[in-house]
């Protein structure tokens, strides 16, 4: 399906993070992690979605609007997951762990789904410093629900 919109970010992802967030709310981080949402490189909460990226360096993101769910199987990804994110105000940021936020969209108000996409993960140096890894956030108009693996990348 056609990507209505679409922007590429640098985003430093201090503690292995950033954030995909209803920038009105400004919701808090989720501090309630599990063993299961480390091995999720992932945690969903209505307002926010926590992305963890392989490095903890400046990482390449991009972002794509779609007006329908897009085929993700055509996608190439290492891990994959998928979940849901409520933009009340329609405010959607992309914001770093700890620094400011690198977009800012305004769309309609209402309930998102979400697929972040790992790639090139194995391209990450034994020290974790360097790597051609890049994060693909989609999202399109749909339903709330659960945040789930897709496809699971395991470091080697």
Not at 22 to 37: H, I, K, S, Y
Request: glycine share 6%; net charge negative; aromatic share 8%.
């Amino acid at each position: 399906m056609p990507c209505i919109r679409t922007e590429s970010v640098e985003v430093f992802a201090d503690y292995h993070q950033f954030y995909v967030q209803d920038g009105v709310v400004n919701p808090p981080a989720p501090e309630d992690w599990t063993d299961a949402d480390v091995a999720h490189r992932a945690k969903a909460t209505s307002n926010v979605v926590v992305v963890c990226p392989v490095r903890n360096m400046t990482v390449p993101v991009r972002v794509e609007l779609h007006d329908v769910a897009p085929e993700l199987q055509d996608k190439a990804a290492d891990h994959l997951v998928e979940c849901s994110l409520a933009l009340p105000s329609g405010h959607l940021q992309v914001h770093e762990c700890t620094g400011g936020a690198v977009l800012n969209w305004h769309l309609e108000p209402g309930q998102y789904e979400v697929a972040v996409l790992y790639s090139r993960l194995d391209s990450i140096s034994a020290d974790g410093l360097s790597g051609d890894d890049h994060y693909q956030v989609l999202l399109w108009p749909g339903a709330e629900r659960p945040l789930r693996v897709l496809q699971e990348w395991r470091a080697q």
